[in-house]
């Protein structure tokens, strides 16, 4: 991954960041990409899997989806596969979900969703949304990104899923404006060594979180980075929107990031394997480090916890 995340790409109406979980869901190992190119293979199905009782599928087309505009791309759809049979005509399901690809290289994966992580309405008149234009040909064959490794690629998917008010549950959303923030102060920094750095339980809006951060970075890139993510200390379904900072306490620039949507169910956490690189971390003039002390800090502008109705 040359790039540093994460990339918002407007034009295909996409953004990538990178994490080390992996997929939530489903997993998805392709052998012989060439064979399915030189045969000529439109798409490709992966099988059955479930999600909230419900049977979903992927769908790969290994030179693009060129009637949705995808020449020059590899593309990726998640069907619902179960609506002519089992979901009513008046029943909805609205889903956020987000595509993996797996980066052999380094032991992590690329994340991609749309620019906006909207949600998006399944039924039984549309049952597939994807991105024809996922990834550029040129970047998923470029042996350097690890995407295609000895001819195979690994897709992953996140799916999050909720029915209308027949489903017996209520999501909103709900936007935060004072006490979301959270600062975490690391002392001691030129001492640390691999491994994570934990912050204290805080609450945001009635919800515990802590903050983990590696000071020698979770992975081992080709440019060494301090990570950081948010952890979930909390037994619910919940998306929350928020931004990562690095303080520069010399100048007061920040370093922040573009606002994360992620949907936190169960111990995973989310954010940046390659947050800051450790040579600006390092460099007096950014003003990161100061008395051997980095401050780090989250805010979150918006919540919103699945419920189940009672």
């Avoid at 951060?213 to 919940?238: A, T």
Wanted: proline share 4%; charged share 25%.
């Amino acid at each position: 991954m040359k790039e540093t995340l994460p990339i918002i790409d407007e034009a295909n109406g996409i953004i990538k960041s990178v994490r080390l979980q992996s997929p939530s869901h489903f997993v998805w190992k392709i052998k012989s990409y060439s064979k399915l190119v030189e045969l000529e293979w439109k798409k490709i199905e992966s099988s059955d899997f479930e999600v909230n009782g419900h049977k979903w599928k992927l769908t790969f087309y290994p030179d693009g989806d060129h009637e949705r505009k995808g020449k020059g791309y590899i593309s990726l759809y998640l069907s619902l596969m179960d609506a002519e049979d089992h979901l009513p005509l008046s029943l909805d399901l609205f889903v956020k979900f987000q595509f993996l690809v797996f980066d052999q290289i380094n032991d992590k994966y690329l994340v991609i969703q749309g620019i906006n992580n909207d949600v998006c309405r399944f039924q039984r008149m549309k049952t597939e949304w994807g991105f024809a234009r996922l990834l550029s040909l040129v970047d998923f064959k470029d042996s350097s990104n690890g995407y295609l490794l000895d001819d195979c690629c690994v897709f992953g998917v996140d799916v999050f899923v909720n029915e209308n008010a027949t489903c017996g549950d209520s999501f909103s959303v709900k936007p935060l404006k004072s006490g979301n923030s959270y600062t975490f102060k690391i002392n001691n920094f030129s001492t640390l060594s691999e491994g994570d750095v934990e912050s204290e339980v805080f609450t945001i809006d009635g919800l515990q979180w802590k903050l983990k951060f590696y000071p020698r970075g979770s992975s081992k890139p080709e440019v060494p980075h301090v990570s950081l993510f948010l952890m979930p200390k909390f037994n619910k379904k919940v998306h929350a929107t928020y931004k990562l900072r690095m303080i520069d306490q010399v100048h007061g620039n920040n370093f922040e990031t573009t606002p994360l949507e992620y949907g936190f169910h169960g111990k995973a956490g989310f954010g940046f394997v390659e947050f800051v690189a450790l040579v600006d971390v390092k460099n007096p003039s950014k003003g990161y480090l100061l008395n051997d002390a980095i401050v780090v800090e989250v805010e979150i502008d918006y919540v919103s916890v699945v419920n189940e109705l009672s």
